[in-house]
């Protein structure tokens, strides 16, 4: 399978993305429309999602919004606030953010972010097998230290690490499990709030780059499910393609 076959001439065009992250500021440069944003504040009875501004409390959510965009700059970009400002947060956040994603059933769901928590561990599981029943594809970052975290370690959601190559385009298959996929984390100019840029390296930034092809890949087949999208991605990886 070749990446012409997979995403040629796809712009993620009518896929519906969520990033579940710090938020997204709306306007950057380099990720245009906010087509909803959300945060989860703490209610009366526990974490709870509402309206927001598309604010960015540390910059890590846009840095991970440019990204998609660059990739499938036509997808409809949504954000999900669950990181504070200096990054912080909780699983319960994380939940009630991947959650209200999920009831949304956003096609694309972006998770820069894990929680070494196991207490969550169950819940976390059955909200992305819930996903990949659904048809919604959960791209979720490895750690970028040799710990057990979650949600990527399951295998309903698609797993990225990072390469040590300057290809941006360059994506590999990880025949050596957990980690499913490497993508480009090391040394990425990324959009920032303000407008700008900076360079910075992790697996939160290879992640949105196998998210915005899994949008191109289902802008151009909508029919997929999560197990043949996985498929696609594994056939159309540079160290398993082949060009027949």
């Known amino acids: 399978m070749t990446p012409e076959w997979a995403w040629g001439g796809s ?3 009518g896929v519906r993305v969520c990033v579940v992250d710090s938020g997204i500021e709306g306007g950057h440069p380099l ?3 906010v087509a909803s944003a959300h945060e989860v504040v703490q209610g009366e009875n526990g974490p709870e999602v509402r309206p927001a501004d598309p604010e960015d409390t540390c910059g890590h959510g846009t840095a991970c919004a440019g990204i998609i965009r660059d990739v499938a700059p036509d997808c409809e970009l ?3 606030r669950v990181l504070g400002r200096g990054f912080t947060g909780s699983g319960r956040f994380l939940l009630a953010g991947l959650r209200w994603a999920v ?4 096609d694309v769901i972006n998770m820069s972010l894990s929680t070494t928590h196991t207490k969550f561990a169950h819940e976390l599981h059955e909200l992305a097998d819930e996903a990949y029943f659904r048809r919604i594809a959960i791209v979720a970052s490895a750690h970028n230290t040799p710990v057990v975290s979650f949600p ?3 295998c309903s959601v698609l797993s990225v690490g990072s390469h040590q190559e300057p290809d941006p385009g360059l994506y590999l298959y990880n025949p050596a499990p957990p980690v499913e996929f490497f993508a480009m984390g090391r040394d990425v100019v990324v959009a920032w709030p303000g407008g700008g840029t900076v360079r910075t390296t992790g697996n939160s930034f290879a992640t949105p780059r196998i998210t915005g092809l899994c949008a191109a890949i289902l802008a151009k087949h909508p029919q997929l499910t999560i197990f043949q ?3 696609v991605l594994y056939l159309a990886a540079a160290n398993v393609r082949t060009e027949k």
């Open 229 to 231: 999208l996985k498929t």
């Open 103 to 106: 009831e949304q059933r956003f």
């Open 152 to 154: 990527w370690r399951f």
């Open 31 to 33: 990720v245009r429309s």
């Open 11 to 13: 712009t993620g065009a």
């Open 78 to 80: 949504h954000s999900v």
